[in-house]
Structure formats: C-alpha cells, structure tokens
C-alpha cells in the first residue's frame, strides 16, 4: 500500500506566504493525482487543491481559489499566499483516485492520506 508522506509546515504571520511539500511513496503520480485538504479545529476536513499529472487538471476549491496554487509533478507543492488566521489548521496530502480530479477536490475521494502537518497563521 502507498502513502502520502511528508508535509511540513510552520508558523508564520497574517499576509505571509509558506509553501508546504509532500513525497510520496508507493505509488507513482501515473496512479494517482494528488489532493492537497485541511482540518481547522472544530471544522470538517475540506478540500482545497487537487492535481492530475495525467492531463495536468488542477481543481481548486473555493477556498483555495486566488492564494493557493498546488502542481502535479515532482516536487510536489501547495504554495500558500497571503495567509490569514483563519487558515490555521492542520495541513494534508493525499492520493486521490485521477478520475476524481474532474469532480473536484473531495475527501471521500482520498485512497490514501498522509501525515498532517500543522500551519499556524498568527502575529
């Protein structure tokens, strides 16, 4: 079985930038696309960027759509923009099935979930 690993994030300051990394392994981009998703506390876990390097589709999320931009190759990234409080939450990747990626960005889409990695936005 593969997993999503590898996702590390950080503090940083309102109208900050980060950008958050993911290996995988396991499993190669030709099996699955790859989906970038958060937990903020007390919150449901959303979707936010997922990316097929099959046909190079991105689909974003309302919530992601304008500050965050995530690719479909190695190295794989979510580049974060213009952070707000509100985005503190605990980061995911995962492999998402790449038929999906035509449906949006969806958690009940995700085969495999990697480690989450907390992101705090805060002066």
């Known amino acids: 079985l593969g997993s999503a690993a590898g996702v590390w994030g950080g503090l940083v300051q309102p109208g900050g930038s980060l950008r958050l990394s993911c290996e995988v392994s396991?499993?190669?981009?030709?099996?699955?696309?790859i989906g970038w998703f958060r937990q903020a506390p007390g919150k449901e876990r959303e979707g936010l960027s997922c990316?097929?390097?099959?046909?190079g589709r991105i689909h974003s999320e309302e919530s992601a759509k304008g500050r965050f931009t995530s690719n479909t190759k190695n190295p794989l990234y979510l580049q974060m923009n213009s952070l707000k409080p509100e985005d503190t939450a605990v980061y995911y990747c995962?492999?998402?099935?790449?038929?999906?990626?035509?449906?949006?960005?969806?958690?009940?889409?995700?085969?495999?979930w990697g480690k989450g990695t907390q992101v705090t936005v805060s002066s």
């Open positions: 995962a492999a998402v099935p790449h038929y999906c990626v035509g449906y949006g960005c969806r958690t009940t889409c995700v085969d495999y």
């Open positions: 396991g499993f190669t981009l030709d099996d699955y696309a």
């Open positions: 990316a097929s390097s099959r046909d």
